[in-house]
């Protein structure tokens, strides 16, 4: 393991998230679908939110969806010492769940982004150890 010098906080998985990161490694974004239901959902968990099913798999999924929300973070804490401005989106993925992640690809400009804007993946390796999941307007 090298020295990171990646600034700000890293994850620390559970025996639930630790599937999702270790894909997130591979470069491949994996969720979680109930067996007994049917329904994807993030984030990771042992028991389906919708039904409370511990039936549930593992799948790949796409890694494409849509812009659901954002908001532009024009100051950060002292630490980690973000850069700003960055963009804090909530994307909705093809499957159907939403996650918290960063846009990325565009600038930080609330005329440059849309709500239901197509967007895909991007695998950032921060560390020896993690890889985190952003995502960038589809062109
Ligand atoms: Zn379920």
Aim: hydrophobic fraction near 35%; proline fraction near 12%.
């Amino acid at each position: 393991m090298s020295q990171s010098h990646y600034a700000a906080a890293l994850p620390r998985p559970t025996p639930d998230s630790q599937p999702f990161w270790d894909a997130l490694r591979q470069h491949e974004l994996h969720l979680q679908r109930c067996q007994a239901c049917g329904q994807a959902f993030f984030y990771p968990r042992n028991v389906c939110p919708h039904c409370l099913s511990s039936d549930l798999a593992w799948f790949r999924s796409s890694g494409r969806g849509r812009l659901h929300t954002f908001v532009i973070a024009y100051t950060a804490p002292r630490n980690p010492p973000l850069e700003v401005p960055y963009v804090i989106a909530m994307v909705e993925l093809e499957e159907g769940p939403r996650l918290m992640t960063n846009l990325v690809g565009v600038e930080p400009d609330p005329k440059q982004i849309r709500c239901e804007m197509p967007v895909e993946i991007e695998f950032v390796d921060v560390t020896d150890e993690f890889t985190l999941p952003r995502f960038r307007p589809v062109a």
